[in-house]
Every structure is written in C-alpha cells, then in structure tokens.
Nanobody, 121 residues
C-alpha cells in the first residue's frame, strides 16, 4: 500500500529553521515534492524532484532545500530563514511517473497527511 508519512514542522520565530520529513513506502516514486497551503489560498508547490530536475518556488529559493535520504525512501525539506509568509500546512507528494512532474499538483498521485508550520514572533 502506497503511503507517505510526514513528520517535523511546528512553530518557529521569524528567521528560524525547521526540517520536514516524509517517509515513503509501498512503491518506487520517481517524482517527489513538497506543497503548502495557507488558509484561503491555493495549494502551491514549494520544491520538487523528478526527471533529473529540481524546482523551487521563487519565494523559497536560497532558503529551502529539498533532498532525499540515501535509500531514497525519505524526502526532506530543510527550511531556513523562515518568514511569516511561509506559515502554512505543508504536504509531501509523490508520483511513479518517470519524468519531470514539476509544480503541477495534479501530476502527483500520493499525498502525505500534512504538517503545520507556524512562523510568528
């Protein structure tokens, strides 16, 4: 059974750091991504891996890093220099597609349960 289990997140002050993790099981995923959704806003891609390409949303470039564990079973999102605008529910996402999935949420079939990130002083 395909499953993505998230951990990490929480509350941090502006300028702080957090790391999100997403443990993937049940299949081999070739596209992996982190999305976020703030109240009243659309779900947006934060960072994606797939097809030999890494994508970052302009708003997080230079601050966030997406990576995988050596065994490729865990996806990470390292978030540095967090801003209040980064506060949202964060979701990991995956697809078995061999290629570039990019920031389109509809390219991803499997989703984690979500984890809240709060940035406030």
């Amino acid at each position: 059974q395909e499953q993505l289990i998230q951990s990490g997140g929480g509350s941090v002050q502006p300028g702080g750091s957090l790391t999100l993790s997403c443990a993937a099981s049940g299949s081999t995923y070739y596209c992996l991504a982190w999305f976020r959704q703030a109240p009243g806003k659309e779900r947006e891609a934060v960072a994606t891996l797939g097809g030999g390409t890494t994508y970052y949303a302009e708003s997080v470039k230079g601050r966030f890093t997406i990576s995988q564990s050596n065994d490729l079973n865990t996806l990470f999102l390292q978030m540095n220099s967090l801003k209040p605008d980064d506060a949202a529910m964060y979701y990991c996402a995956a697809a078995r597609y061999h290629g570039y999935c990019g920031p389109n949420r509809y390219n991803y079939n499997y989703w984690g349960q979500g984890t809240q990130v709060t940035v406030s002083s």
